[in-house]
């Protein structure tokens, strides 16, 4: 963070410009829905806050309105229809396989609704990055926000972590707190919780790519 734009004084090491010479993050992104979160992380890259290029979208439903929201910001997007494939195993052959194509090194899932398996986790070891409205590890799974509501809870929020194969599940990068009030539905409460994760999924990606060069160049 500089001082003043035009400012040499830095409060920050690395500078702006010292980060510049780094090679971006190649990022590949997979969503089912509205691609709220691929569209933060396209703003953050374009805004010069996170330090990436998106290779690809990867959709599996044809309405996904994230396929949109690529094309809006010239992103290429692959439409996956897992309805087209005779197993989860091989639907994730054929995404690993379109991800390494576009040369993708780190994968985010920004609101993709299908069950991973090993063959897709093993393919990217610790490269995956999920978003989660809820703090995990409470609720799991389909309707975070309906079980939180459901529960009782007075505060929920949301959670960027590591996949891995069980679902929902793996180190947790970031999380954010968010309050649930007296007279929220789940409508209300998510997109509270979504203001929260369009923070976090940014930080986060930053957060696991840094902490993985760290944890290399120990090693
Ligand atoms: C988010 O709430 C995310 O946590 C969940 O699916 C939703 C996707 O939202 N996994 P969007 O499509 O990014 O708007």
């Given amino acids: 963070m500089t001082l003043r734009p035009d400012s040499t004084l830095s409060l920050v090491s690395p500078s702006i410009s ?7 993050l190649k990022l590949g992104i997979m969503a089912s829905g509205n691609g709220s979160n691929f569209d933060v992380v396209a703003q953050a890259i ?3 806050q996170l330090n990436a290029q998106i290779q690809v979208l990867i959709y599996n439903n044809p309405s996904a309105k994230a396929a949109v929201k690529a094309a809006n910001r010239g992103v290429e997007a692959v439409l996956l229809n897992h309805r087209n ?11 690993v396989q379109t991800l390494r194509h576009y040369d993708v090194d780190w994968v985010i899932l920004a609101g993709w609704m299908r069950l991973l398996t090993s063959v897709f986790i093993n393919a990217f070891p610790e490269r995956i990055i999920n978003i989660h409205p809820s703090l995990l590890p409470s609720f799991k799974g389909i309707h975070a926000v309906e079980q939180a509501l459901a529960s009782g809870v ?5 959670t960027a972590h590591i996949a891995c194969l069980e679902m929902d599940s793996g180190p947790i990068l970031i999380q954010a707190a968010v309050p649930v009030l007296p007279d929220d539905t789940a409508e209300t409460l998510h997109a509270r919780i979504q203001i929260q994760e369009h923070r976090i999924l940014p930080l986060a990606i930053a957060l696991a790519a840094y902490s993985s060069k760290v944890t290399l160049s120990l090693t």
């Fill in 18 to 24: 010292e980060r510049q010479q780094v090679a971006p």
């Fill in 46 to 48: 374009q805004d010069g």
């Fill in 154 to 158: 007075k505060i929920t929020g949301c």
């Fill in 85 to 95: 494939y005779q197993s989860r195993e091989e639907f994730d052959e054929k995404i």
